[in-house]
Structures are given as structure tokens and as C-alpha cells.
């Protein structure tokens, strides 16, 4: 264990000890750290728990980057990873990350430091009532005693008592005992002195646990060849599929069901589509977009009266948010609705959806005849976003106006600029399984949405609320949890310039920290033309909608780049775009891709 030898001993560097190596020992292996010096106690120990090669440390300077980078890591591997902060409007910031994290039921813990009791409500500087501040969203908050004791070997009634709040932070945030994992909030109140030397039992108390949960995640991966359920929030891998148990709720075949997956529903809708024979309507950030059964164009096709109007039966995984069609469908009363429990908020937009925690195939044969109508239609709806293949027999041709016809094609092609179509398409084509694709709630991911075809490709996004905040540090933070140990892959954003200008503090990486792989590509159309298809385009006038929905800017986006040490391109062609897309990538890059309003 490295410590700094200046440092004498402090009850407030033990109990932040004693918490951390309880979180660390269980799992944690991120924790993120915004300076200040209310924190100072659990920053120096996480410091020393980087140095031990027992955690991955990273600093940010703005406290709702820290949050959502935490946010990220914990999206990516689904362990939380604890966010450290000061006190005061510090903690605050951490609430944008916060909800989003309740909503989509992404696992997260704060540490807030605090002053101690005796200066909470009397004017004390940079104190505000940070108990409860979270209360509505997290699933488990506790105010902590202030601690006393120096403990010189680990075994303190105070270490003890703050190891099993450790456990049961953990537990609370992965979901144990709650309806979904999410946030756990721990406000630490500290009393000076702030800060000592660690511990010397810091790093064998954090370091116990590691080989134990090794050990237990190779067990739990065993299959015992029974029968199969499907469960929400599966991932992109592997259907999450675990043996027959008591509850699973049976899909008795017969009626005319279809299969939605929304945010977050994982490989499971794809598996459950597959094995009863059923529809799948695929949002493109629900990690199901794949398999033979994907229903192209499904926004047409649910206004069909023909194949939509018949539906009987819907089987929703994760969180639909990306078409009217889809909401309206799920607020049917003539259509049962199963509602399959994930990580983030249950469904019941009709009032009577029935939410359970498991769905499995029953009995019956296959409705063929329905499916087939489906995969039909769905053909008839399928985009071709490829650019031309070139003429081959014309460029070989010995004709000189054949030869010249075709390479004029060939310039067309090469010159033909970026729109959103060609744009999300050029994403979508350059990511594989190793990769991960994040989209923005911007007007992109709809475009993306209706145009993109099934591939099984790393999907994520912060849709449990569909804001545009924290947006390049989740990016960030799913980067660096999905290349620890150098995996590969390459973590490519896409958003609008909205939402880059939203969260451009996320830019900034500390010098020393690990660089990932990421590419953040902005869709610039100089300002917030999602609006253009909503209610507001047709009730306010040309002025009042530039001023206060458009929001127009003039930000220069290379210059912010080469300020926050990021390489930068600027694509606008198709043939430029997919160059800078597949080249090798070592480092973080901006690629802006100038599109018309």
C-alpha cells in the first residue's frame, strides 16, 4: 500500500477507508471524483486505492460530468460505480444523473461529503440539507454518523458498522430487495481535521473480496440445460436467460401478438420474438434491433389497420419512447398488454398492463398466416441507405464516353453531401458487436429509428427521461468501463449540436488518465430543429421560434475541440465520413457533419 507519510491519522480518513474498501471489496471498481475539500478524505483514499491497482480513478472538474460519467460505466457494465463530491451545490449537480439513473434503472452511488449536524441550518459556509435531497429517486439514502475513531487495524465498531452499510449500498443500488437497480445516495458529514494517512489494512480489506467474486461470477454462469424465461434488460449479448422458476408468466400462442422493445429491452425481445414466432418491433436503442423477424418502417405499419389495428396482444421489453405510434398502440384497452419488468420505470400507459417479471412461450401453435403479414409488409419497407457500387463495365470500357460516364458517377458519389439518412447509416455500417454506439436525444436517433435495418451492434442511451444532459460524459464513461484491460472496440456517439453544447464540459480529461477510443459525432444544423416536428412548429410564429425553440448558436466546434485536446474532422461527404469512421482510432476524436435545417 503506497500513503502519504506526511499525513498523521484522522477518524474521517479511516471511516472513508473503512467505506470505500467495503464498496470496493464487492465489486466497485470505478469511482469518480470531483475536488473539493469537505471530500478531501475520500478523494485521498480512492487516490490510494488507484495506486494499489485495486480501482480506476477519474477526476472531472463539473460535478454533473462526474455524475453521468458514472452513469455510463455503470450503463455499460452494470456494476455501479461510486461518483465522490463536496458539499453544498456540489451535490446538486448530481441530480440530472441521478434521475436518469432512477428512471432507466442504471445502478449508481453518491458519497456526498457534508458538515457535521451541529452546522447544518445555522449559516455555516457551503451547507445546505443534503439528507433527502435525492429522495424521490433513489432506492436507498442514509445520513451516516459523523466518525470518532482512529482505527488502527480495521476492526472498530465504526469500521464494522460502515462495511455493512457498504453492503448494503450495494445491494440496494444492484436491486436487491427493490423493484429495479438505480441510485443509493451516502451523505458523509466529516469533522476536521478532514484528512490523514490511510490506513495500512486499506488495501487487503478493499483487495478480499476480488477473488471470492471471481470465483462466484464463473459459478453463476453455469447453465443447468433446463427450460428458458426471458427477463427485461438483457444487454446486447446473450439473451438473458436464466432456468425455470416459479412466476414466469406464459405466452399462450393463438392470439395476434406482436413484441416491442424499447430502451434498454436487450437480446431477450429478440430471443422471445423468435421462439413463439412473433413480430418484433425494434426501437433502434433497445439492443434487440436484430434477427429475422425485425419489422421494418414499423410506424406504417402499426397505423395499418390491417396489421396494427389487429393486434391482440403486445409484449413490451425495456422502454418504448421513439414513436407516437408505439405509445398509442401501448394505450390501447382492447389489446392485452405485458409489460416485462426491467431496469427502468414500469410501464402502464393504459391503465391496465400487466407487469411481470418473466415471460416464457405456452402452449399453442404459431400464428404463421400473422407473422408472414408482418414480414411481408416489413420487406416492402426496408431502406437501402448504401451508396451506388461503382459501373465496373463502364470504367473498363474502351468507350470514351462510357469510360467518362461512368467515373462523372463516380465524382457524383464521391461529392454527394451528408444528410441524416446518409449520416446514421454511415454510423450504423461502420460499428460491430466489439463497438458501442451511443445515441443522443436529439433528432437523429429518430432518423435512425425509422431508416436503420437489424444488426447486433452495442446500443445504448440515456433514455429514461430522453434528455440532452450529461450526453458526452455517459459516451465517456462507457468507453472507458468497455475498454478496461484493453478490449477493443471503439465508442462512437451520435448527437446534436444542442446536446454537444449541452454537455461540452465532458471534453475535458485530466492529463494522466486513460484515453479511450471514442468518436463524438455532432450533427450540426445550427440549432434545435427537432422542434420542427412537434406541436410548437405550427402554433408559433418564424421569430418567436428561433428565438426561444431553435435556440440558433455560432459556436465554432474545431476551435472547442483543439481546446479540450481532441482531434477533429470535418465530414461533408459520405466518402469523407466513412474514411474518418473506419481509420484507426487511438484517441478521442470530434467529427462534425454539417447538415441543412
Known amino acids: 500500500m503506497v500513503c502519504d507519510t506526511v499525513r498523521s491519522a484522522a477518524p474521517a480518513t479511516d471511516a472513508a477507508a473503512a467505506l470505500l474498501a467495503g464498496l470496493v471489496s464487492r465489486g466497485v471498481r470505478h469511482v469518480v471524483v470531483s ?8 478523494a485521498l483514499v480512492a ?29 455499460e457494465t452494470g456494476i455501479p460505480a461510486a461518483v465522490v463530491c463536496t458539499s453544498g451545490t456540489a451535490v446538486a449537480n448530481l441530480v440530472p444523473a441521478v434521475l436518469e439513473a432512477h428512471h432507466a434503472g442504471v445502478p449508481l452511488v453518491l458519497l456526498t461529503a457534508d458538515r457535521p449536524p451541529e452546522l447544518r441550518g445555522v449559516g455555516a459556509n457551503q451547507t445546505t440539507r443534503q439528507p433527502g435531497l435525492f429522495r424521490s429517486a433513489v432506492r436507498f439514502e442514509a445520513d451516516l454518523a459523523v466518525p470518532e475513531l482512529v482505527d488502527d487495524d480495521g476492526s472498530s465498531e465504526q469500521s464494522i458498522a460502515l462495511d455493512a452499510v457498504a453492503a448494503d449500498t450495494l445491494a440496494a443500488a444492484l436491486g436487491e430487495g427493490s423493484r429495479a437497480a438505480g441510485p443509493v445516495h451516502l451523505n458523509v458529514p466529516f469533522r476536521e481535521p ?5 490506513p495500512s489494512w486499506l488495501a487487503e480489506r478493499a483487495a478480499s473480496g476480488i477473488i471470492a467474486e471471481a470465483v462466484a461470477a464463473d459459478e453463476s454462469g453455469e447453465d443447468d440445460g433446463s427450460g428458458a424465461l426471458y427477463q427485461g434488460g438483457g444487454g446486447i449479448g446473450e439473451a438473458d436467460v436464466a432456468p425455470d422458476a416459479e412466476g414466469p408468466h406464459p405466452v399462450e400462442l393463438g392470439l395476434r401478438t406482436i413484441v416491442v422493445a424499447g430502451a434498454d429491452a436487450g437480446a431477450a425481445a429478440e430471443q422471445f420474438a423468435h421462439d413463439g414466432g412473433f413480430p418484433l418491433v425494434a426501437e433502434i436503442v433497445s439492443g434487440a434491433r436484430f434477427g429475422r423477424q425485425i419489422v421494418h418502417g414499423y410506424r406504417a405499419l402499426l397505423d395499418d389497420p390491417e396489421l396494427g389495428g389487429r393486434i391482440e396482444r403486445v409484449v413490451v421489453f425495456g422502454r418504448p419512447t421513439l414513436s407516437r405510434q408505439v405509445t398509442r398502440l401501448l394505450m390501447r384497452d382492447d389489446a392485452e398488454v405485458l409489460a416485462v419488468r426491467g431496469p427502468g420505470e414500469p410501464i402502464n400507459l393504459n391503465g391496465s398492463t400487466v407487469a ?18 408482418w414480414m411481408r409488409a416489413s420487406r416492402a419497407h426496408l431502406v437501402d441507405l448504401s451508396p451506388p457500387a461503382p459501373d465496373a463495365d463502364g470504367l473498363a470500357s474502351a468507350v470514351p464516353h462510357e469510360r467518362l460516364g461512368a467515373l462523372n458517377a463516380e465524382v457524383e458519389v464521391m461529392r454527394a453531401p451528408v444528410d441524416r439518412a446518409a449520416l446514421v447509416d454511415a454510423l450504423w455500417r461502420a460499428s460491430w ?8 436525444s436529439s433528432r437523429i436517433v429518430r432518423v435512425a429509428d425509422e431508416l436503420l435495418g437489424g444488426k447486433k451492434v452495442a446500443v445504448h442511451s440515456n433514455r429514461g427521461l430522453a434528455g440532452i444532459d450529461g450526453t458526452i460524459a455517459t459516451a465517456t464513461g462507457i ?9 477493443p472496440g471503439v465508442t462512437r456517439l451520435l448527437l446534436g449540436d444542442l446536446a454537444f453544447l449541452h454537455d461540452m464540459g465532458a471534453l475535458m480529461l485530466p492529463p494522466g488518465e486513460h484515453e479511450p477510443r471514442l468518436q463524438v459525432v455532432v450533427g450540426n444544423d445550427g440549432g434545435g430543429t427537432i422542434f420542427d416536428g412537434l406541436e ?17 448558436h455560432t459556436a465554432r466546434l474545431e476551435q472547442l475541440a483543439l481546446a479540450f485536446g481532441w482531434e477533429y474532422h470535418r465530414c461533408t461527404t459520405r466518402v469523407a465520413l466513412d474514411q474518418v469512421l473506419t481509420a484507426p482510432i487511438g484517441g478521442r476524436q470530434l467529427i462534425e457533419v454539417p447538415l441543412p435545417r
Open 47 to 75: 487516490a490510494d486505492l488507484e495506486r494499489a491497482g485495486l480501482i480506476e480513478l477519474h477526476v472531472r472538474i463539473d460535478e454533473r460530468v462526474a455524475g453521468f460519467t458514472a452513469l455510463g460505466i455503470g450503463r
Open 356 to 373: 411481470v417479471d418473466a415471460v416464457r412461450v405456452g402452449d399453442g401453435a404459431p400464428d404463421r398466416e400473422w407473422l408472414g403479414a
Open 35 to 42: 475536488p473539493g475539500s469537505r471530500s478531501q478524505a475520500l
Open 433 to 440: 458487436p466489439h463497438d458501442r454506439l451511443v445515441f443522443g
Open 479 to 487: 468507453a472507458l468501463a468497455s475498454q478496461v484491460d484493453d478490449r
Open 194 to 198: 478532514l484528512a490523514g494517512a490511510s
Open 536 to 552: 410548437v412548429a405550427s402554433v408559433a410564429g418564424d421569430d418567436a421560434m428561433t428565438r426561444v425553440q431553435y435556440t440558433p
